[in-house]
């Protein structure tokens, strides 16, 4: 009948739909069928092909009541109907654990003879952005050029970089920032560019954040410092010649006191007596004459007076009487003296 309405996908949204990957996503497909749509329901889900000489990928489908599965993905990725019954109106797809694989232009067909009605959907499946790191470059002194910098190692691009300082107003308007860098430029630092910056990148599928502090310090007395080098410079120079010269005198003075020793020696060194020599040599060999002693005690002792004489008996042949003088023990020696 002319000017009947047939079957139609009624479900409206995003045609491009971005989503992280680990997350889960249902691409809507809802159909109302027409008054003279009375043929068997097919539903059919699948990934529209980039070339359009190829045929598209059949993922998932749906007649007489049964489900099929037409791809690896269905089960892998956790392809299904959103429903668990798709002829009740609602042929919408879930997907689960979404991975950058998914990203593709998914398309959901509904037919009802002789109604026939499609959508097509497309996903883009990212990774967002890791925590970024901040970091500076330059010195920190006034009136010198530092650069603010802040990178994230993984996210899917593109990845978009935003500074914004959290202390004391706004950016000062001479800085200069690169929002694919990720870099924020200050050119003769002041003391009013001092304060807390903050960094956020961010893609279509999530942000992140880091901060830094940038300080505003005065620049040393540079004069004085090449002053100080320089005098410390020759303070030391000046050390290693006296250490040097004390060196140099110490080892000198050794050498000459040895050798005066030496000499010392040479001079106070007699030549040894020969006769000397041997006179010791010849009482060595031959050894102190023995002299026997006999121990004589007090009892034994005969007295004698100090004018007495002894006689000899007439065996004497008429000798000169000798007179003999008395003799006393002596402990010390233990003999008679």
């Known amino acids: 009948m002319e000017g009947a309405i047939a079957m139609k996908v009624t479900s409206t949204g995003l045609q491009t739909i971005h989503k ?39 993922l998932l489908s749906y007649a007489s009541s049964t489900q099929y599965q037409h791809d690896d993905r269905s089960t892998v990725g956790g392809l299904s109907f959103a429903s668990g019954d798709p002829s009740n109106g609602d042929a919408s797809l879930l997907i689960e654990q979404l991975s950058p694989a998914h990203t593709s232009t998914y398309q959901c067909k509904v037919k009802k003879s002789p109604g026939v009605d499609m959508q097509k959907t497309s996903l883009v499946v990212m990774v967002k952005p890791s925590v970024p790191k901040c970091w500076l470059r330059g010195e920190e002194l ?8 802040c990178q994230s190692a993984k996210g899917s691009t593109p990845l ?22 990720g870099e924020l430029r200050f050119s003769n630092l002041s003391q009013s560019f001092a304060g807390i910056y903050l960094c956020e990148v961010n893609n279509a599928v999530g942000a992140q954040r880091c901060r830094i502090n940038l300080k505003a310090s005065k620049p040393p007395n540079r004069a004085g410092v090449i002053v100080g080098t320089f005098v410390g410079s020759l303070l030391l120079i000046f050390i290693l010649l006296v250490f040097i010269v004390l060196l140099y005198w110490k080892l000198r003075n050794g050498r000459y006191n040895e050798k005066e020793f030496s000499n010392e020696i040479r001079e106070d060194a007699l030549p ?28 034994d002792a005969i007295p004698f007076d100090e004018g007495s ?6 065996s004497s042949h008429g000798h000169t009487p000798v007179k003999h003088t008395a003799l006393e023990y002596n402990s010390k020696y233990g003999y008679a003296v």
Not at 142 to 149: K, M, N, Q, T
Request: one cysteine or more; hydrophobic letters at 30%; glycine letters at 6%.
């Open 309 to 314: 004489a002894c006689f000899p008996s007439s």
């Open 20 to 58: 992280a990957a680990g997350d889960s996503v249902i691409l809507n497909c809802s159909y109302t069928p027409g008054p003279l749509d009375t043929g068997e329901l097919d539903i059919e889900w699948s990934v529209v092909s980039p070339d359009s000489t190829q045929k598209d990928q059949m």
């Open 272 to 299: 040894p007596d020969r006769r000397s020599v041997s006179l010791r040599s010849g009482r060595t060999s031959r050894g102190p004459p023995s002299v026997p002693y006999s121990e004589v005690y007090a009892e």
């Open 160 to 181: 978009k970089y935003t500074w914004r300082r959290e202390s004391v107003g706004p950016i000062p308007a001479a800085a200069m920032q690169n929002s694919v860098t």
């Open 142 to 149: 006034i009136g010198e050029d530092v650069s603010l910098h």
